[in-house]
């Protein structure tokens, strides 16, 4: 009779749903108490949308600056097959 090679991962046994302790999520710790807002989080998301937003602005209004630098600077020289 042939040999059966050993499994090499064994196979995990779990328990029935039923039998298994009630586990938390470790994502949430706390049932949300909307009464109380936790006002340093509102805070803080607000103010980092507020300076991204800023830095979004500054920027942009960075580059249209320099298309229209780049744009005046291409208009002036004397090359014909540039146009």
């Known amino acids: 009779a042939a040999k059966m090679a050993p499994r090499r991962f064994p196979r995990r046994v779990t328990a029935p749903s039923r039998m298994r302790p009630f586990t938390r999520s470790a994502f949430v710790a706390k049932k949300a108490n909307n009464a109380q807002p936790n006002w340093l989080g509102v805070g803080l998301a607000f103010g980092t949308s507020a300076v991204l937003w800023a830095f979004l ?15 005046q600077a291409r208009g002036h020289h004397k090359c014909t097959e540039c146009s």
Do not use: C
């Open 57 to 71: 602005v500054k920027q942009h209004n960075e580059d249209v600056m320099e298309y229209e630098r780049r744009k």
